[in-house]
């Protein structure tokens, strides 16, 4: 991967591998039966049918295996090490995010503002910046090491892809730093930080690209863990496979010293 655009944009893609497509082929059969799982849907069927959000859907081994198969290395192993520091990768569950034709339609649980971000913002957030209660307060509560998305089908490029927007690591890491500097990591979600975290998130509308990432069974995509990022609508009358374009994301948590994750 480029590692300079991982590190100035805050994210790269990684190339064509053979052993990455055949990975996504294998694992493709069992990433839609989850989704088609009912016992999946009451947690993560959301915008009226239109997303299977899935997270942990995927019973991957901690190596990547999926049911056997080979685990995942190559060109996605070695972005990750670069993006957690570590040789060793423990990769979760990986979420299985499925969307169909028509996303988003207003989910039963969203208010209408809600629902304009989700279609005009792409939902942009910070992965872990969790809203609480009913106010919606934001705290820092999950701590991933990075975002890897491997397309497992073929889908048009609009499909709903994923959306960053470019340098916006750079302004939340200087954020986060700010914030946490002085507090111990164990306290830092203690810390509201609600009306800063949207007066950031707006200057990063205003100053940083929007693009939306698209990638070939084969290869992948990372993001870097401090990206502002989304999902984009699926465009009026643009077809794809009736079996919803199917991603698998890794998100794994951090595993080490925190002021390093804040660095
Ligand atoms: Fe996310």
Excluded at 205 to 232: P, Q, T
Aim: hydrophobic share 35%.
């Amino acid at each position: 991967m480029d590692k300079f655009s991982f590190d100035t944009l805050g994210w790269a893609k990684i190339p064509y591998e053979p052993e990455l497509k055949s990975w996504a082929q294998n694992a493709l059969p069992y990433a839609i039966d989850a989704a088609n799982d009912p016992k999946h849907h009451t947690e993560w069927l959301r915008s009226q049918g239109t997303w299977f959000v899935g997270v942990d859907a995927l019973d991957n081994d901690p190596d990547g295996c999926v049911h056997g198969s080979d685990p995942l290395r190559g060109g996605v192993l070695k972005a990750a090490q670069y993006a957690t520091g570590q040789e060793a990768i423990n990769w979760g569950l990986g979420q299985v995010s499925v969307c169909y034709q028509g996303y988003p339609k207003k989910g039963d649980d969203e208010t209408d503002g809600m629902f304009n971000y989700r279609r005009n913002r792409d939902f942009a957030h910070l992965d872990g910046l969790k809203p609480i209660g009913d106010k919606r307060r934001r705290i820092m509560d999950e701590f991933h090491g990075f975002i890897l998305g491997i397309p497992l089908n073929d889908y048009p490029a609009k499909a709903s892809p994923f959306v960053i927007w470019e340098g916006s690591h750079i302004i939340f890491r200087d954020m986060l730093q700010s914030l946490y500097a002085d507090t111990p990591h164990d306290q830092w979600d203690t810390i509201d930080i609600t009306e800063i975290y949207q007066e950031t998130r707006q200057r990063m509308f205003d100053e940083c690209k929007r693009v939306e990432l698209h990638a070939e069974v084969g290869e992948a995509y990372i993001a870097h863990r401090f990206s502002l990022h989304g999902m984009a609508s699926w465009p009026d009358r643009l077809d794809g496979p009736a079996e919803g374009r199917v991603i698998a994301y890794f998100r794994p948590y951090w595993n080490g010293d925190m002021q390093r994750w804040l660095t």
